[in-house]
């Protein structure tokens, strides 16, 4: 695996980075559904992924930006992660699960409860990683869904950063 880096953006040329980034996990059709004032979330970044809850994360690897997620807050106690994306030539190299582990650990530094997401039928893989990390099924928990999309959730530790709370 190479040597990968992840850091918080908030501005300079690493949001340039990340917002190239987003526009092409955008590009993909398949994601229409999330599309929705994407050209302007886009040009406000970082948006509701900046501080001092929310946070724009940038995996680097070998110097070169592979991969990106957004998290933010959907309330006081609940987050989402959001655009978890790895460049096409970086997949299948583990940084899809860093940057979520990264997620997750933001959401509990943070002092979230929670962290959701939601994800489309066709993201097999996602979904297994998701399950992996102790993400379980719940109701959606936005209006704009799509046939097959998936809704998952992660409860969170209050005893340390990427731990799943004992119930």
């Not at 987003?22 to 994601?31: H, Q």
């Not at 990683?129 to 992660?154: D, K, N, S, V």
Request: charged share 20%.
């Amino acid at each position: 695996m190479p040597d990968a880096v992840i850091s918080t953006v908030t501005g300079g040329p690493d949001l340039d980075t990340v917002r190239e980034m987003l526009a092409e996990y955008g590009a993909d059709v398949s994601r229409a559904y999330c599309l929705k004032g994407f050209d302007a979330e886009l040009a406000g970044l970082p948006g509701a992924y900046g501080p001092p809850r929310g946070a724009l994360l940038l995996l680097r690897a070998d110097g070169t930006a592979a991969g990106a997620v957004g998290i933010r807050a959907l309330s006081e106690d609940r987050a989402e992660m959001k655009r978890l994306y790895v460049r096409p030539v970086w997949q299948g190299q583990g940084f899809g699960r860093a940057l979520a582990g990264a997620a997750v650990d933001h959401a509990c530094a943070t002092g979230f409860r929670a962290l959701c997401l939601d994800t489309l039928a066709h993201m097999k893989d996602a979904q297994a990683l998701y399950r992996a990390m102790g993400f379980a099924e719940i109701a959606a928990y936005h209006g704009y869904t799509a046939p097959g999309m998936r809704f998952m959730e992660l409860t969170l530790s209050a005893e340390g950063a990427g731990s799943p709370r004992k119930s």
